[in-house]
């Protein structure tokens, strides 16, 4: 199994920055992507940002590209999201999400954090 733990969530004005962080307990070598989700009041969760797990792909939304940046420290078995020039409409809970393969790829786990709430305010 695998576990995650958010930190980093809180209140910061529109034009802010702050930088979530998750750290990885577990099964943590047999991890194939990282990533970043957020759900809005009364939307759908979205992903955010993606990392592969040697750490030389990602992915963004196109909203936060150029704002956001994905990394991992596979020392610190950490993952952050550093979010710069925040706007209100970046207001939802973040979630970290991990998966694995097994099966040689035919099967597929999901793992989620608890979430860590992000409140900008305009």
């Known amino acids: 199994q695998v576990q995650l733990a958010e930190s980093g969530g809180g209140l910061v004005q529109a034009g802010g920055s702050l930088r979530l962080s998750c750290a990885v307990s577990g099964l943590i070598s047999s991890i194939n992507t990282m990533g970043w989700y957020r759900q809005a009041p009364g939307k759908q969760r979205e992903l955010v940002a993606t990392i592969t797990s040697s750490g030389g792909g990602t992915n963004y939304v196109d909203s936060v590209k150029g704002r956001f940046t994905i990394s991992r420290d596979s020392a610190k078995n950490t993952v952050y999201l550093q979010m710069n020039s925040l706007k209100p409409e970046d207001t939802a809970i973040y979630y970290c999400?991990?998966?694995?393969?097994?099966?040689?790829?035919?099967?597929?786990?999901?793992?989620w954090g608890q979430g860590t709430q992000v409140t900008v305010s305009s």
């Open positions: 999400h991990a998966d694995r393969l097994l099966r040689f790829g035919a099967v597929r786990l999901d793992y």
